[in-house]
């Protein structure tokens, strides 16, 4: 993901708008998607799996949306880039409402220490 991200800025910086960078991020995931796919010989599963993967897809585009948007308006990569990845809190969060995952102690203190270190490196 880091190549990737870097990979966004430069092609912005080259000269691609913030959409074009989505739009060629889409169409460079296809082809690895659907090999990838087919290769693990996994189906269609039922329309309630299909949606939660829909759903994953629109919004991890909508995430590079607003990523590709603040590189354009010249954030710092490591900046924004740590910032869209401090999702964790809310993946967190999620997943024990959702899945009933639990977070033990020391992993509680880790995320408060990544949160702190993002602090620190947006100051």
């Known amino acids: 993901m880091g190549l990737a991200n870097l990979g966004m800025k430069g092609a912005g910086q080259r000269g691609l708008d913030s959409a074009g960078v989505l ?29 939660w993967g829909l759903g994953a897809g629109l919004l991890t585009a909508l995430a590079l949306v607003f990523l590709n948007e603040s590189f354009a308006r010249g954030a710092r990569t490591a ?16 997943a024990l409402l959702f899945f009933h995952e639990r977070l033990q102690p020391s992993r509680l203190v880790g995320l408060a220490a990544t949160l702190a270190g993002l602090w620190l490196m947006a100051r």
């Open 23 to 51: 739009l060629w991020v889409v169409v460079g995931e296809v082809p690895l998607a659907l090999a990838y796919w087919l290769a693990r010989g996994r189906h269609l599963a039922s329309p309630d799996a299909v949606g």
């Open 79 to 94: 900046v924004a880039v740590g910032i869209m990845n401090a999702n964790f809190l809310l993946v967190a969060l999620l």
